[in-house]
């Protein structure tokens, strides 16, 4: 299984960025899927998630500005991020819980990670 991110990049404040994940190899069931980023000196941190029946989980400093969607028919999920502040600037993950196999319990797994700059 391979969670595949892009969309990352450089915008000044106030910008909007979209980010987008793809998960593909051997996927019976994805459950929540999401985005975590992690800062320069600072550790890893839940910025939003979505279950499969479409519930989300967010961050407070996020909330407003940034929206999580997900396609399950294409095992993606979305990332939409307005009105972005230097703050936001980190390594964006994408998360999933994936059931590889009939029967068997989830996985946790990663993407590459995708850069956010905001900066003017």
């Known amino acids: 299984v391979q969670l595949v991110e892009s969309g990352g990049g450089l915008v000044q404040p106030g910008g909007s960025l979209r980010l987008s994940c793809t998960a593909s190899?051997?996927?019976?069931?994805?459950?929540?899927m999401g985005w975590y980023r992690q800062a320069p000196g600072k550790q890893r941190e839940l910025v939003v998630t979505i279950s499969s029946g479409g519930m989300t989980n967010s961050e407070d400093s996020v909330k407003g500005r940034f929206t999580i969607s997900r396609d399950n028919a294409k095992n993606t999920v979305y990332l939409q991020m307005n009105s972005l502040k230097p703050e936001d600037t980190a390594v964006y993950y994408c998360n999933a819980e994936i059931m590889r196999d009939a029967g068997q319990l989830y996985s946790i797994y990663w993407g590459q990670g995708t850069q956010v700059t905001v900066s003017s």
């Open positions: 190899g051997s996927i019976i069931r994805i459950e929540r």
